[in-house]
C-alpha cells in the first residue's frame, strides 16, 4: 500500500462524519439538552458503539483508521494494538486485523481475582502499543490506559480514536505532556460542516450546536447542566 492511495484527512473526516450520521451514531437536540454524566449539558450526543452494528461502515471506518496509522504513525513503527476497556475493544480488533498486528485489551483497573491482570493478552517487553478508543474528550481515560501499558512493559507513544470532541483546547497539550499523540477520523466540528451541506438539521440548531462548540462549559451553564 502507497501513500498515494491513501484518502486525504479532509475527505476522511468528511465520510465518516456522514456515516456516523446515517446509522444514527450522532444525536442532536439543541431544543432539550442532554445531561451527560459529568452532568454537563449538551446539545449534541455520540454513541460510537452503534458502529458495531453496521458492518459495511465499520469496515470503511476500520480502512480509513489503518490509512491515518499508516500515514502518521509508520508502516513498521507499531508492534501491537491495544483496546480500551470496554468500547475501544472491538475497534481495536477490527484495526489490528487491518494491520496484521497482535492485540491486547486494557481493564479500567486490574480484575481483583484470579492473575489480578489489567492487561489481557500477551504483550512483550519493550513492543511498541497503539491504544485504540472509539473517541476522546479531555483524554483523561487515555492516559490511564496508557500508563497502565507502560507499567506492563510497553512503549506508548500514540493513540487513536474514531472520533474527537476537539472542543475543550488543553486536550492535545494534556496528553502532550504525557508524551502521547492523538490521531483520530473526525470531529464535531466536521460533522457541523456535513450537516450544513447535506440540510441535515437546519441552520438555527447548528448555530446553538456551534455555541456549546465554542463554550461548552458556558453552554452548559446556561442550559440546566454543571
Same mark, same amino acid.
Given at each position: 500500500m502507497s501513500f498515494n492511495s491513501f484518502p486525504d484527512k479532509k475527505l476522511i473526516?468528511?465520510?465518516?462524519?456522514k456515516m456516523l450520521i446515517e446509522i444514527g451514531a450522532i444525536n442532536?437536540?439543541?431544543? !432539550?439538552?442532554?445531561?451527560l454524566t459529568s452532568g454537563k449539558a449538551s446539545p449534541v450526543y455520540i454513541d460510537c458503539r452503534k458502529i458495531i452494528s453496521y458492518p459495511r461502515v465499520r469496515s470503511a471506518l476500520m480502512d480509513f483508521g489503518a490509512s491515518v496509522v499508516l500515514r502518521d504513525i509508520g508502516f513498521e513503527s507499531i508492534d501491537a494494538i491495544a483496546g480500551g476497556e470496554t468500547a475501544g475493544i472491538p475497534f481495536a480488533a477490527w484495526l489490528s486485523e487491518r494491520l496484521s498486528l497482535p492485540m491486547q485489551y486494557?481493564?479500567?483497573k486490574p480484575k481483583g481475582f484470579g492473575k489480578d491482570a489489567q492487561i489481557e493478552g500477551h504483550i512483550t517487553e519493550g513492543s511498541k502499543v497503539l491504544l485504540v478508543e472509539d473517541l476522546t474528550? !479531555?483524554?483523561g481515560s487515555k492516559i490511564k490506559f496508557c500508563n497502565a501499558l507502560r507499567e506492563a512493559g510497553a512503549e506508548v507513544t500514540d493513540t487513536f480514536v474514531l472520533f474527537f470532541y476537539d472542543i475543550f483546547p488543553d486536550t492535545k497539550k494534556i496528553l502532550?505532556?504525557?508524551?502521547?499523540r492523538l490521531h483520530f477520523l473526525t470531529t464535531?466540528?466536521?460533522v457541523l460542516s456535513v450537516c450544513r451541506d447535506t440540510s441535515y438539521i437546519d441552520e438555527s440548531s447548528i448555530l446553538t450546536i456551534e455555541e456549546y462548540l465554542n463554550d461548552p462549559n458556558g453552554w452548559s451553564e446556561m442550559n440546566g447542566g454543571k
Open positions: 473526516a468528511s465520510l465518516s462524519a442532536f437536540r439543541p431544543s !432539550d439538552p442532554y445531561i486494557v481493564r479500567k474528550t !479531555d483524554g502532550a505532556k504525557n508524551d502521547i464535531w466540528k466536521d
